[in-house]
Protein backbone atom coordinates (compact mmCIF):
# COMPACT_ATOMS: atom_id res chain seq x y z
CA UNK A 1 0.00 0.00 0.00
CA UNK A 2 0.90 3.23 -0.82
CA UNK A 3 -0.70 6.56 0.81
CA UNK A 4 0.89 8.38 -2.13
CA UNK A 5 -0.83 6.40 -5.03
CA UNK A 6 -4.00 5.93 -2.76
CA UNK A 7 -4.26 9.98 -2.32
CA UNK A 8 -3.52 10.23 -6.37
CA UNK A 9 -6.31 8.17 -6.81
CA UNK A 10 -8.95 10.02 -4.10
CA UNK A 11 -7.50 13.46 -5.74
CA UNK A 12 -8.30 12.02 -9.10
CA UNK A 13 -12.12 10.82 -7.80
CA UNK A 14 -12.43 14.43 -6.47
CA UNK A 15 -11.47 16.20 -9.53
CA UNK A 16 -13.71 14.66 -12.27
CA UNK A 17 -16.73 14.54 -9.92
CA UNK A 18 -16.09 18.75 -9.15
CA UNK A 19 -16.29 18.97 -12.80
CA UNK A 20 -19.13 16.40 -13.45
CA UNK A 21 -22.10 19.06 -12.73
CA UNK A 22 -25.20 16.73 -13.18
CA UNK A 23 -23.49 14.35 -10.63
CA UNK A 24 -23.67 16.95 -8.33
CA UNK A 25 -26.86 17.72 -8.68
CA UNK A 26 -27.93 14.61 -8.32
CA UNK A 27 -25.76 13.99 -5.27
CA UNK A 28 -26.94 17.14 -3.53
CA UNK A 29 -29.74 18.86 -4.89
CA UNK A 30 -32.02 15.73 -5.75
CA UNK A 31 -32.62 14.71 -2.18
CA UNK A 32 -33.61 18.21 -0.60
CA UNK A 33 -36.64 18.00 -3.44
CA UNK A 34 -37.45 14.53 -2.74
CA UNK A 35 -37.66 14.95 1.00
CA UNK A 36 -38.67 18.26 0.76
CA UNK A 37 -41.44 17.02 -1.22
CA UNK A 38 -41.90 13.72 0.95
CA UNK A 39 -42.10 16.07 3.90
CA UNK A 40 -44.94 18.28 2.21
CA UNK A 41 -47.02 15.19 1.18
CA UNK A 42 -46.99 13.36 4.70
CA UNK A 43 -47.36 16.70 6.66
CA UNK A 44 -49.85 18.39 4.56
CA UNK A 45 -51.80 15.47 3.03
CA UNK A 46 -55.35 14.87 3.67
CA UNK A 47 -56.54 14.50 7.45
CA UNK A 48 -57.87 11.34 7.73
CA UNK A 49 -60.66 9.50 9.62
CA UNK A 50 -60.38 8.29 12.93
CA UNK A 51 -61.93 5.28 14.60
CA UNK A 52 -61.55 5.99 18.24
CA UNK A 53 -61.86 4.17 21.62
CA UNK A 54 -62.06 5.75 25.06
CA UNK A 55 -61.20 5.22 28.42
CA UNK A 56 -63.15 7.56 31.25
CA UNK A 57 -60.95 8.07 34.19
CA UNK A 58 -62.84 11.12 34.44
CA UNK A 59 -66.14 10.26 35.64
CA UNK A 60 -69.22 13.22 34.86
CA UNK A 61 -66.67 15.83 33.47
CA UNK A 62 -64.60 13.41 31.16
CA UNK A 63 -68.43 11.61 30.20
CA UNK A 64 -68.87 15.33 29.34
CA UNK A 65 -65.74 15.52 27.36
CA UNK A 66 -66.41 12.38 25.22
CA UNK A 67 -69.76 13.79 24.37
CA UNK A 68 -68.01 16.59 22.92
CA UNK A 69 -65.77 14.84 21.38
CA UNK A 70 -67.66 11.80 19.50
CA UNK A 71 -69.69 13.97 17.40
CA UNK A 72 -66.72 15.89 16.38
CA UNK A 73 -65.13 12.93 15.34
CA UNK A 74 -68.04 11.43 13.59
CA UNK A 75 -68.57 15.15 11.69
CA UNK A 76 -65.07 13.98 10.13
CA UNK A 77 -66.05 10.18 9.06
CA UNK A 78 -65.11 8.49 11.92
CA UNK A 79 -66.12 6.93 15.24
CA UNK A 80 -65.57 7.59 19.39
CA UNK A 81 -67.06 4.16 20.98
CA UNK A 82 -66.04 3.81 25.70
CA UNK A 83 -64.34 0.60 26.73
CA UNK A 84 -63.93 0.12 30.26
CA UNK A 85 -60.31 0.33 30.50
CA UNK A 86 -57.22 1.10 28.79
CA UNK A 87 -56.23 -2.84 28.47
CA UNK A 88 -59.44 -3.42 26.32
CA UNK A 89 -58.40 0.09 24.74
CA UNK A 90 -55.12 -1.45 23.91
CA UNK A 91 -56.15 -4.63 22.77
CA UNK A 92 -59.12 -2.97 20.35
CA UNK A 93 -56.06 -1.15 18.91
CA UNK A 94 -53.70 -3.99 18.62
CA UNK A 95 -56.31 -6.04 16.62
CA UNK A 96 -57.42 -3.34 14.65
CA UNK A 97 -60.74 -2.49 15.56
CA UNK A 98 -59.92 0.85 16.80
CA UNK A 99 -57.13 3.38 15.13
CA UNK A 100 -56.23 4.70 18.18
CA UNK A 101 -57.51 4.77 21.73
CA UNK A 102 -57.78 8.14 23.92
CA UNK A 103 -57.70 7.36 27.87
CA UNK A 104 -59.21 10.45 30.09
CA UNK A 105 -57.25 10.94 33.11
CA UNK A 106 -58.76 11.11 37.09
CA UNK A 107 -57.12 15.04 36.76
CA UNK A 108 -59.06 16.26 33.74
CA UNK A 109 -60.37 19.16 35.20
CA UNK A 110 -58.51 19.23 38.41
CA UNK A 111 -55.02 20.16 36.92
CA UNK A 112 -54.17 23.44 34.64
CA UNK A 113 -53.88 22.02 31.90
CA UNK A 114 -55.29 18.42 31.30
CA UNK A 115 -52.90 15.84 29.61
CA UNK A 116 -54.81 12.26 27.50
CA UNK A 117 -52.83 9.88 26.53
CA UNK A 118 -53.62 8.31 22.70
CA UNK A 119 -52.45 5.30 22.31
CA UNK A 120 -51.94 4.42 19.06
CA UNK A 121 -50.76 0.67 17.08
CA UNK A 122 -47.31 2.38 16.35
CA UNK A 123 -46.60 -0.04 13.67
CA UNK A 124 -46.83 2.49 10.74
CA UNK A 125 -45.55 6.27 12.29
CA UNK A 126 -46.49 8.08 9.18
CA UNK A 127 -50.33 6.95 8.66
CA UNK A 128 -51.07 7.52 12.87
CA UNK A 129 -48.97 10.63 12.72
CA UNK A 130 -51.75 11.67 10.24
CA UNK A 131 -54.60 10.06 12.76
CA UNK A 132 -53.20 11.59 15.60
CA UNK A 133 -52.93 14.87 13.99
CA UNK A 134 -57.09 14.73 13.07
CA UNK A 135 -57.70 13.47 16.75
CA UNK A 136 -55.71 16.75 18.12
CA UNK A 137 -58.23 19.05 15.66
CA UNK A 138 -61.08 16.95 17.38
CA UNK A 139 -60.12 17.86 21.12
CA UNK A 140 -59.50 21.02 20.09
CA UNK A 141 -62.86 21.69 19.09
CA UNK A 142 -64.06 19.32 21.67
CA UNK A 143 -62.64 21.48 24.32
CA UNK A 144 -63.55 24.87 22.50
CA UNK A 145 -67.20 23.46 22.81
CA UNK A 146 -66.94 22.32 26.23
CA UNK A 147 -67.26 25.97 27.56
CA UNK A 148 -64.07 27.13 26.71
CA UNK A 149 -61.75 24.93 28.54
CA UNK A 150 -57.94 24.50 27.57
CA UNK A 151 -57.75 22.01 24.74
CA UNK A 152 -55.76 19.19 26.89
CA UNK A 153 -52.43 18.41 25.94
CA UNK A 154 -51.59 14.98 24.21
CA UNK A 155 -48.86 11.87 25.53
CA UNK A 156 -48.39 9.49 22.89
CA UNK A 157 -47.80 5.94 23.23
CA UNK A 158 -47.79 3.23 21.36
CA UNK A 159 -48.76 -0.60 21.72
CA UNK A 160 -45.63 -1.11 20.25
CA UNK A 161 -42.54 0.74 19.59
CA UNK A 162 -41.88 4.48 20.45
CA UNK A 163 -44.34 7.38 19.40
CA UNK A 164 -43.42 10.41 17.37
CA UNK A 165 -46.15 12.97 16.59
CA UNK A 166 -44.29 13.81 13.36
CA UNK A 167 -44.55 11.17 11.03
CA UNK A 168 -41.09 12.29 8.96
CA UNK A 169 -39.67 11.57 12.53
CA UNK A 170 -39.56 8.00 11.60
CA UNK A 171 -39.55 8.67 7.89
CA UNK A 172 -36.70 10.94 7.54
CA UNK A 173 -33.79 8.89 9.04
CA UNK A 174 -34.78 5.98 6.23
CA UNK A 175 -35.06 8.67 3.77
CA UNK A 176 -31.39 9.82 4.38
CA UNK A 177 -29.84 5.87 4.72
CA UNK A 178 -32.04 5.30 1.27
CA UNK A 179 -30.11 8.34 -0.71
CA UNK A 180 -26.85 7.99 0.59
CA UNK A 181 -26.87 4.45 -0.69
CA UNK A 182 -28.72 4.91 -3.95
CA UNK A 183 -26.50 8.07 -4.81
CA UNK A 184 -23.14 6.88 -4.23
CA UNK A 185 -24.11 3.43 -5.53
CA UNK A 186 -24.83 5.38 -8.47
CA UNK A 187 -22.29 7.70 -9.34
CA UNK A 188 -19.46 4.97 -8.06
CA UNK A 189 -20.89 2.54 -10.24
CA UNK A 190 -21.16 4.50 -13.29
CA UNK A 191 -17.52 6.15 -12.75
CA UNK A 192 -15.80 2.26 -12.54
CA UNK A 193 -17.68 1.52 -15.32
CA UNK A 194 -16.32 3.89 -17.17
CA UNK A 195 -12.54 3.12 -15.76
CA UNK A 196 -13.57 -0.61 -17.27
CA UNK A 197 -15.02 0.53 -20.54
CA UNK A 198 -12.81 3.61 -21.05
CA UNK A 199 -9.48 2.26 -21.10
CA UNK A 200 -7.73 3.45 -17.82
CA UNK A 201 -8.50 0.85 -15.60
CA UNK A 202 -6.28 -1.42 -18.40
CA UNK A 203 -3.98 1.55 -18.07
CA UNK A 204 -4.15 1.63 -14.26
CA UNK A 205 -3.19 -1.95 -13.79
CA UNK A 206 -0.38 -2.04 -15.87
CA UNK A 207 1.26 0.46 -13.35
CA UNK A 208 2.58 -0.85 -9.94
CA UNK A 209 -1.22 0.75 -8.14
CA UNK A 210 -2.38 -2.39 -6.13
CA UNK A 211 -5.84 -3.69 -6.72
CA UNK A 212 -6.56 -2.62 -2.88
CA UNK A 213 -5.08 0.87 -3.31
CA UNK A 214 -7.70 1.49 -6.14
CA UNK A 215 -10.74 0.47 -3.83
CA UNK A 216 -9.50 2.79 -1.61
CA UNK A 217 -8.73 5.63 -3.27
CA UNK A 218 -12.10 5.43 -4.74
CA UNK A 219 -13.69 4.48 -1.11
CA UNK A 220 -11.94 7.72 0.12
CA UNK A 221 -13.04 9.81 -3.12
CA UNK A 222 -16.90 8.79 -2.96
CA UNK A 223 -16.80 9.09 0.78
CA UNK A 224 -16.00 12.60 0.65
CA UNK A 225 -18.57 13.93 -2.05
CA UNK A 226 -21.25 11.28 1.10
CA UNK A 227 -19.82 13.02 3.84
CA UNK A 228 -20.99 16.20 1.92
CA UNK A 229 -24.21 15.06 0.50
CA UNK A 230 -24.91 13.57 4.38
CA UNK A 231 -24.04 16.63 6.53
CA UNK A 232 -26.33 18.42 3.58
CA UNK A 233 -28.70 16.50 4.33
CA UNK A 234 -28.75 16.30 7.24
CA UNK A 235 -28.79 19.74 8.19
CA UNK A 236 -32.11 20.03 6.00
CA UNK A 237 -33.67 17.63 7.57
CA UNK A 238 -32.94 18.60 11.42
CA UNK A 239 -32.49 22.11 11.04
CA UNK A 240 -34.95 25.27 10.76
CA UNK A 241 -34.22 29.13 9.94
CA UNK A 242 -37.15 30.75 9.85
CA UNK A 243 -37.74 33.92 7.89
CA UNK A 244 -39.70 36.35 8.98
CA UNK A 245 -42.46 37.91 7.12
CA UNK A 246 -40.72 40.62 4.64
CA UNK A 247 -43.71 43.05 2.75
CA UNK A 248 -45.96 40.73 1.64
CA UNK A 249 -44.23 37.71 1.77
CA UNK A 250 -44.94 35.54 4.55
CA UNK A 251 -43.14 34.42 6.99
CA UNK A 252 -41.61 31.02 6.06
CA UNK A 253 -38.87 28.59 7.50
CA UNK A 254 -35.95 26.19 5.76
CA UNK A 255 -35.32 23.38 6.93
CA UNK A 256 -37.60 20.28 7.66
CA UNK A 257 -36.57 21.08 11.47
CA UNK A 258 -36.90 17.06 12.40
CA UNK A 259 -36.24 16.49 16.34
CA UNK A 260 -33.09 13.95 16.73
CA UNK A 261 -33.23 12.51 19.80
CA UNK A 262 -29.90 11.14 19.46
CA UNK A 263 -26.06 12.65 18.94
CA UNK A 264 -26.35 13.87 14.91
CA UNK A 265 -22.48 13.00 14.52
CA UNK A 266 -23.82 9.38 15.56
CA UNK A 267 -26.38 9.48 13.03
CA UNK A 268 -23.39 10.50 10.73
CA UNK A 269 -21.41 7.71 11.42
CA UNK A 270 -24.50 5.20 10.43
CA UNK A 271 -24.85 6.38 6.82
CA UNK A 272 -20.97 7.16 6.39
CA UNK A 273 -20.67 3.48 6.87
CA UNK A 274 -23.58 2.36 4.73
CA UNK A 275 -21.99 5.15 1.75
CA UNK A 276 -18.52 3.23 2.24
CA UNK A 277 -20.29 0.04 1.69
CA UNK A 278 -22.09 1.09 -1.36
CA UNK A 279 -19.05 2.40 -3.04
CA UNK A 280 -17.34 -0.84 -2.87
CA UNK A 281 -20.83 -2.54 -4.13
CA UNK A 282 -20.69 0.42 -7.18
CA UNK A 283 -17.33 -1.58 -8.34
CA UNK A 284 -18.11 -4.87 -7.97
CA UNK A 285 -21.75 -4.72 -9.78
CA UNK A 286 -19.75 -2.67 -12.56
CA UNK A 287 -17.97 -6.14 -12.98
CA UNK A 288 -21.49 -7.21 -14.49
CA UNK A 289 -22.44 -4.35 -16.36
CA UNK A 290 -21.47 -3.03 -20.25
CA UNK A 291 -22.73 0.11 -20.53
CA UNK A 292 -24.12 3.07 -18.08
CA UNK A 293 -27.81 1.47 -18.48
CA UNK A 294 -27.03 -2.04 -17.59
CA UNK A 295 -25.87 -0.23 -14.46
CA UNK A 296 -29.88 1.71 -14.04
CA UNK A 297 -30.74 -2.04 -14.63
CA UNK A 298 -29.25 -3.25 -11.63
CA UNK A 299 -31.71 -0.85 -9.51
CA UNK A 300 -34.66 -2.95 -9.33
CA UNK A 301 -32.90 -5.91 -8.67
CA UNK A 302 -30.26 -4.20 -6.21
CA UNK A 303 -31.97 -1.00 -4.65
CA UNK A 304 -35.76 -1.55 -4.71
CA UNK A 305 -35.77 -4.47 -2.92
CA UNK A 306 -34.19 -2.82 -0.35
CA UNK A 307 -35.88 -0.31 -0.08
CA UNK A 308 -39.37 -1.97 0.11
CA UNK A 309 -38.18 -4.20 2.72
CA UNK A 310 -35.65 -2.80 4.75
CA UNK A 311 -37.91 -0.46 6.82
CA UNK A 312 -37.91 2.62 4.59
CA UNK A 313 -41.73 2.83 3.73
CA UNK A 314 -43.03 -0.16 5.58
CA UNK A 315 -41.81 -0.76 8.63
CA UNK A 316 -40.30 -4.64 8.84
CA UNK A 317 -42.32 -5.93 11.46
CA UNK A 318 -45.43 -5.98 9.13
CA UNK A 319 -43.75 -7.45 6.19
CA UNK A 320 -44.77 -11.32 5.60
CA UNK A 321 -43.30 -13.42 7.77
CA UNK A 322 -42.11 -15.22 5.18
CA UNK A 323 -40.16 -12.15 3.75
CA UNK A 324 -38.82 -11.16 7.00
CA UNK A 325 -35.78 -13.19 6.92
CA UNK A 326 -34.22 -11.68 4.07
CA UNK A 327 -34.28 -8.43 5.63
CA UNK A 328 -31.24 -9.95 7.86
CA UNK A 329 -29.20 -9.72 4.39
CA UNK A 330 -30.01 -6.26 3.63
CA UNK A 331 -27.49 -3.87 4.50
CA UNK A 332 -29.97 -0.68 3.99
CA UNK A 333 -32.22 -2.49 6.84
CA UNK A 334 -28.79 -2.04 9.05
CA UNK A 335 -28.29 1.51 8.85
CA UNK A 336 -32.36 2.26 8.61
CA UNK A 337 -32.26 1.18 11.90
CA UNK A 338 -29.34 2.34 13.25
CA UNK A 339 -30.71 5.90 11.88
CA UNK A 340 -34.38 5.45 14.01
CA UNK A 341 -32.17 3.81 17.29
CA UNK A 342 -30.63 7.62 17.29
CA UNK A 343 -32.99 9.98 15.83
CA UNK A 344 -35.68 8.12 17.75
CA UNK A 345 -34.74 6.49 20.39
CA UNK A 346 -32.03 8.93 21.09
CA UNK A 347 -29.30 5.72 21.41
CA UNK A 348 -25.62 6.25 21.86
CA UNK A 349 -23.15 3.37 21.16
CA UNK A 350 -23.50 2.18 24.66
CA UNK A 351 -26.99 0.51 22.99
CA UNK A 352 -26.78 -3.28 21.99
CA UNK A 353 -29.14 -2.36 18.83
CA UNK A 354 -26.87 0.28 17.59
CA UNK A 355 -23.84 -1.80 18.51
CA UNK A 356 -25.34 -4.14 16.16
CA UNK A 357 -25.98 -2.26 13.32
CA UNK A 358 -23.14 -0.35 13.03
CA UNK A 359 -20.98 -3.83 13.44
CA UNK A 360 -22.76 -5.63 10.66
CA UNK A 361 -22.01 -1.98 8.28
CA UNK A 362 -18.65 -2.28 8.99
CA UNK A 363 -18.58 -5.96 8.08
CA UNK A 364 -20.87 -5.43 4.83
CA UNK A 365 -17.94 -2.89 3.90
CA UNK A 366 -15.33 -5.08 4.43
CA UNK A 367 -16.92 -7.91 2.92
CA UNK A 368 -18.02 -6.04 -0.71
CA UNK A 369 -14.54 -4.16 -0.50
CA UNK A 370 -12.81 -7.24 -1.16
CA UNK A 371 -14.79 -8.71 -3.43
CA UNK A 372 -14.31 -5.44 -5.31
CA UNK A 373 -11.10 -5.90 -5.13
CA UNK A 374 -10.99 -9.15 -6.81
CA UNK A 375 -13.30 -7.82 -9.78
CA UNK A 376 -10.37 -5.37 -10.77
CA UNK A 377 -8.63 -7.83 -12.62
CA UNK A 378 -4.60 -8.09 -12.71
CA UNK A 379 -2.87 -11.19 -13.57
CA UNK A 380 -0.39 -10.34 -10.95
CA UNK A 381 1.31 -13.39 -8.82
CA UNK B 1 23.78 -0.99 -38.95
CA UNK B 2 24.53 0.11 -35.59
CA UNK B 3 21.27 -0.85 -34.00
CA UNK B 4 21.67 -4.20 -36.25
CA UNK B 5 24.38 -4.96 -34.95
CA UNK B 6 23.82 -4.19 -30.89
CA UNK B 7 20.49 -6.20 -31.72
CA UNK B 8 22.52 -9.01 -33.06
CA UNK B 9 24.72 -8.94 -30.29
CA UNK B 10 25.27 -12.61 -28.88
CA UNK B 11 25.29 -12.34 -25.09
CA UNK B 12 23.58 -9.70 -23.74
CA UNK B 13 20.59 -10.71 -21.78
CA UNK B 14 17.08 -10.03 -23.20
CA UNK B 15 15.31 -7.01 -22.51
CA UNK B 16 11.82 -9.29 -23.29
CA UNK B 17 11.69 -12.65 -23.49
CA UNK B 18 8.32 -15.19 -24.15
CA UNK B 19 8.60 -18.82 -24.09
CA UNK B 20 6.14 -21.29 -25.52
CA UNK B 21 3.49 -18.31 -24.75
CA UNK B 22 -0.09 -19.74 -24.96
CA UNK B 23 -3.30 -17.98 -24.18
CA UNK B 24 -6.51 -19.39 -24.80
CA UNK B 25 -10.48 -17.41 -24.84
CA UNK B 26 -12.62 -21.29 -25.02
CA UNK B 27 -11.68 -22.86 -27.86
CA UNK B 28 -10.00 -19.92 -29.41
CA UNK B 29 -6.31 -19.71 -29.51
CA UNK B 30 -5.72 -15.88 -29.37
CA UNK B 31 -1.61 -16.95 -28.96
CA UNK B 32 -0.34 -20.12 -29.95
CA UNK B 33 2.69 -20.86 -28.70
CA UNK B 34 4.96 -18.04 -29.31
CA UNK B 35 8.69 -17.86 -28.08
CA UNK B 36 11.47 -14.83 -29.38
CA UNK B 37 13.67 -12.92 -26.88
CA UNK B 38 14.47 -9.16 -27.73
CA UNK B 39 17.68 -7.35 -27.31
CA UNK B 40 17.42 -4.37 -25.36
CA UNK B 41 17.65 -1.03 -26.94
CA UNK B 42 15.73 -1.24 -30.41
CA UNK B 43 12.31 -1.09 -31.91
CA UNK B 44 10.61 -3.72 -32.56
CA UNK B 45 7.25 -3.74 -34.40
CA UNK B 46 4.35 -6.29 -34.10
CA UNK B 47 2.53 -6.32 -37.68
CA UNK B 48 -0.15 -8.49 -38.32
CA UNK B 49 -3.98 -7.60 -39.09
CA UNK B 50 -6.88 -7.04 -36.39
CA UNK B 51 -7.32 -9.70 -34.49
CA UNK B 52 -3.96 -11.47 -35.18
CA UNK B 53 -3.24 -11.49 -31.28
CA UNK B 54 -0.96 -8.38 -30.96
CA UNK B 55 -2.79 -7.48 -28.07
CA UNK B 56 -3.07 -10.16 -26.20
CA UNK B 57 0.28 -10.53 -26.74
CA UNK B 58 1.15 -7.08 -25.07
CA UNK B 59 -1.55 -8.31 -22.43
CA UNK B 60 0.56 -11.35 -21.71
CA UNK B 61 4.29 -9.70 -21.78
CA UNK B 62 3.14 -6.74 -19.65
CA UNK B 63 1.40 -9.53 -17.10
CA UNK B 64 -2.14 -7.83 -17.70
CA UNK B 65 -3.36 -11.71 -18.90
CA UNK B 66 -2.13 -14.73 -17.24
CA UNK B 67 -0.78 -17.26 -19.93
CA UNK B 68 -2.69 -20.84 -20.64
CA UNK B 69 1.10 -22.06 -20.54
CA UNK B 70 4.84 -20.36 -21.31
CA UNK B 71 5.94 -17.92 -19.95
CA UNK B 72 7.11 -14.27 -20.13
CA UNK B 73 10.08 -12.19 -18.32
CA UNK B 74 10.50 -8.17 -18.72
CA UNK B 75 14.24 -7.80 -17.91
CA UNK B 76 14.95 -10.82 -16.13
CA UNK B 77 11.44 -10.93 -14.06
CA UNK B 78 9.10 -13.15 -14.72
CA UNK B 79 5.68 -11.72 -15.19
CA UNK B 80 3.13 -11.15 -13.88
CA UNK B 81 5.13 -9.28 -11.48
CA UNK B 82 4.13 -5.73 -9.63
CA UNK B 83 7.20 -4.41 -8.84
CA UNK B 84 8.42 -4.80 -12.64
CA UNK B 85 5.38 -2.94 -13.72
CA UNK B 86 7.31 0.02 -12.62
CA UNK B 87 10.04 -0.65 -15.45
CA UNK B 88 7.51 -0.36 -18.17
CA UNK B 89 5.97 1.77 -20.07
CA UNK B 90 2.08 0.74 -21.57
CA UNK B 91 0.19 3.13 -24.01
CA UNK B 92 -3.28 1.12 -24.55
CA UNK B 93 -4.91 1.26 -28.28
CA UNK B 94 -7.84 3.26 -26.30
CA UNK B 95 -6.62 6.74 -25.17
CA UNK B 96 -6.65 5.68 -21.83
CA UNK B 97 -7.17 8.78 -20.01
CA UNK B 98 -9.36 10.31 -17.83
CA UNK B 99 -11.32 12.72 -20.31
CA UNK B 100 -12.55 15.22 -17.23
CA UNK B 101 -9.13 15.67 -15.69
CA UNK B 102 -6.62 18.34 -17.73
CA UNK B 103 -3.60 17.46 -19.03
CA UNK B 104 -1.46 18.73 -15.83
CA UNK B 105 -3.85 16.48 -13.51
CA UNK B 106 -3.68 13.20 -16.27
CA UNK B 107 0.19 13.32 -16.44
CA UNK B 108 0.56 14.22 -12.14
CA UNK B 109 -2.06 11.31 -11.60
CA UNK B 110 -0.30 8.84 -13.69
CA UNK B 111 3.03 10.19 -12.10
CA UNK B 112 1.96 9.09 -8.74
CA UNK B 113 0.93 5.88 -9.60
CA UNK B 114 4.43 5.43 -11.44
CA UNK B 115 5.84 6.24 -7.82
CA UNK B 116 7.39 9.59 -10.00
CA UNK B 117 8.17 12.44 -7.53
CA UNK B 118 10.21 14.28 -9.94
CA UNK B 119 8.19 17.45 -11.21
CA UNK B 120 10.82 17.69 -13.96
CA UNK B 121 10.20 14.11 -15.52
CA UNK B 122 6.77 15.07 -15.66
CA UNK B 123 7.28 18.03 -17.70
CA UNK B 124 9.87 16.58 -19.68
CA UNK B 125 7.04 14.07 -20.83
CA UNK B 126 4.82 16.74 -21.67
CA UNK B 127 7.10 18.84 -23.41
CA UNK B 128 8.60 15.62 -25.29
CA UNK B 129 4.72 15.28 -27.03
CA UNK B 130 4.41 19.12 -27.06
CA UNK B 131 1.81 19.39 -24.67
CA UNK B 132 3.63 21.79 -22.23
CA UNK B 133 1.91 24.80 -22.79
CA UNK B 134 -1.75 22.83 -22.77
CA UNK B 135 -1.89 21.50 -18.78
CA UNK B 136 -4.85 23.58 -18.00
CA UNK B 137 -6.62 22.26 -21.34
CA UNK B 138 -9.40 19.83 -19.81
CA UNK B 139 -8.29 16.30 -22.22
CA UNK B 140 -11.74 15.71 -23.34
CA UNK B 141 -11.80 18.94 -25.27
CA UNK B 142 -8.33 18.04 -26.91
CA UNK B 143 -8.31 16.85 -30.98
CA UNK B 144 -7.63 13.16 -31.23
CA UNK B 145 -3.83 13.57 -31.98
CA UNK B 146 -3.65 15.50 -28.74
CA UNK B 147 -5.30 12.98 -26.85
CA UNK B 148 -2.65 10.75 -28.21
CA UNK B 149 -0.10 12.98 -27.25
CA UNK B 150 -1.00 13.06 -23.84
CA UNK B 151 -1.60 8.75 -23.43
CA UNK B 152 1.60 8.76 -24.84
CA UNK B 153 3.30 11.33 -22.20
CA UNK B 154 1.32 9.36 -19.77
CA UNK B 155 2.93 5.96 -20.91
CA UNK B 156 6.71 7.52 -20.90
CA UNK B 157 6.43 9.48 -17.49
CA UNK B 158 7.99 7.73 -15.58
CA UNK B 159 11.47 6.89 -18.04
CA UNK B 160 10.51 3.10 -18.38
CA UNK B 161 13.77 0.94 -20.01
CA UNK B 162 10.76 -0.92 -21.80
CA UNK B 163 8.12 0.63 -23.75
CA UNK B 164 5.08 -1.53 -25.21
CA UNK B 165 3.21 0.98 -27.53
CA UNK B 166 -0.31 -0.39 -28.93
CA UNK B 167 -1.51 1.09 -32.06
CA UNK B 168 0.18 4.43 -30.93
CA UNK B 169 -0.32 5.76 -34.46
CA UNK B 170 -4.12 5.23 -34.96
CA UNK B 171 -5.86 8.36 -36.06
CA UNK B 172 -2.76 10.53 -35.85
CA UNK B 173 -2.03 12.73 -38.52
CA UNK B 174 1.05 12.17 -40.40
CA UNK B 175 3.18 15.32 -39.62
CA UNK B 176 2.34 13.66 -35.87
CA UNK B 177 3.32 10.71 -37.02
CA UNK B 178 6.38 11.55 -38.13
CA UNK B 179 7.12 13.38 -34.74
CA UNK B 180 5.86 10.14 -32.40
CA UNK B 181 8.41 7.76 -34.69
CA UNK B 182 11.70 10.50 -34.64
CA UNK B 183 10.85 10.22 -30.63
CA UNK B 184 10.90 6.44 -30.44
CA UNK B 185 13.83 6.51 -31.94
CA UNK B 186 15.56 9.10 -29.98
CA UNK B 187 14.35 6.91 -26.95
CA UNK B 188 15.81 3.59 -28.52
CA UNK B 189 19.02 4.97 -28.93
CA UNK B 190 19.41 5.73 -25.12
CA UNK B 191 18.67 2.46 -24.42
CA UNK B 192 14.93 1.59 -24.32
CA UNK B 193 13.43 -1.34 -25.59
CA UNK B 194 10.26 -0.65 -27.69
CA UNK B 195 7.52 -3.02 -28.90
CA UNK B 196 4.86 -1.26 -31.34
CA UNK B 197 1.52 -3.01 -32.69
CA UNK B 198 0.44 -1.79 -35.81
CA UNK B 199 -1.58 -3.50 -38.81
CA UNK B 200 -0.22 -0.50 -40.86
CA UNK B 201 2.54 -1.63 -43.23
CA UNK B 202 4.25 1.53 -44.31
CA UNK B 203 5.54 2.31 -40.40
CA UNK B 204 6.94 -1.11 -40.56
CA UNK B 205 10.05 0.27 -41.97
CA UNK B 206 11.05 2.43 -38.66
CA UNK B 207 11.79 -0.60 -37.03
CA UNK B 208 14.75 -2.15 -36.23
CA UNK B 209 13.09 -5.74 -36.15
CA UNK B 210 9.59 -7.23 -37.15
CA UNK B 211 7.54 -9.99 -35.66
CA UNK B 212 4.52 -10.99 -38.13
CA UNK B 213 1.70 -11.80 -36.54
CA UNK B 214 -1.21 -13.92 -37.54
CA UNK B 215 -3.41 -16.12 -36.15
CA UNK B 216 -1.59 -15.73 -32.77
CA UNK B 217 1.69 -16.97 -34.21
CA UNK B 218 4.74 -15.06 -35.51
CA UNK B 219 5.20 -16.19 -38.55
CA UNK B 220 8.53 -14.57 -39.58
CA UNK B 221 10.76 -12.18 -37.73
CA UNK B 222 13.48 -9.78 -39.09
CA UNK B 223 14.88 -6.10 -40.24
CA UNK B 224 12.33 -5.40 -42.56
CA UNK B 225 15.27 -5.50 -45.41
CA UNK B 226 15.84 -8.92 -44.77
CA UNK B 227 12.02 -9.67 -44.55
CA UNK B 228 11.56 -8.03 -47.72
CA UNK B 229 14.52 -10.49 -49.54
CA UNK B 230 13.69 -13.39 -47.76
CA UNK B 231 10.29 -12.64 -49.62
CA UNK B 232 11.71 -11.92 -52.84
CA UNK B 233 9.57 -8.75 -52.86
CA UNK B 234 9.91 -4.94 -52.36
CA UNK B 235 6.57 -4.46 -50.46
CA UNK B 236 6.41 -5.05 -47.30
CA UNK B 237 2.89 -6.03 -47.69
CA UNK B 238 3.65 -8.81 -49.99
CA UNK B 239 6.28 -10.16 -47.69
CA UNK B 240 3.89 -10.30 -45.21
CA UNK B 241 0.98 -12.18 -47.82
CA UNK B 242 3.63 -14.19 -48.96
CA UNK B 243 5.16 -15.97 -45.14
CA UNK B 244 1.19 -15.42 -44.29
CA UNK B 245 0.59 -18.20 -47.24
CA UNK B 246 3.10 -20.41 -46.06
CA UNK B 247 2.31 -20.62 -42.35
CA UNK B 248 -0.95 -21.69 -43.28
CA UNK B 249 0.23 -23.82 -46.13
Known sequence: MSGRRIVALFRRVVQEIRRDRPSLALLFVAPILITGLLTFILREGQAPTVHAVLV???????????????????AAGGSLRTVTDEATARAAVADGSADLAVVLPADLVSSGRPTVTVITEGLDPSGEGGQLGSLQKALLAAASAGSGRQPPAVQHVTVYGTPSSDPMANFAPAMVAFFAYFFVYLLTGVSFLRERTGGTLERLMATPVARGEVVLGYTLGFALFATLQVALLMTWVLGTVRVGALGPLPAFSIGLGIAVGGNPLMAFLVVLLLAVGAVSLGIFLSTFARTELQIIQFIPVVLVPQFLLSGVLFPVSSLPSVIQPFVSFMPLSYAVDGLRQVFVRGADLGVGALQVDLGVLVLVAAFFATVASWTIRREVA | MAEAARLASPGAAPAIRAAGLVKTFGTIRAVDGVSFELAPGGIYGLLGPNGSGKTTLIRLLTGLARPTAGMAEILGTRMPSRSALARIGYMTQSDGIYPALT??????????????????????????????DRESSVAGTLSGGQRRRLSLACALIHRPPVVFLDEPTVGVDPLLR????????????????????????????????????????????????????????????????????????
Open chain 2, 103 to 132: VGENSRFFAAAYGVRDEGARREALGLVDLA
Open chain 2, 178 to 249: VQFWTHFRRLAETGTTIVVSSHVMDEADRCDELLFVRAGRVIARGAPGVLRAEAGTSDLEQAFLRFAGEAAA
Open chain 1, 56 to 74: NDAGPAGAAFAGALGPTLE
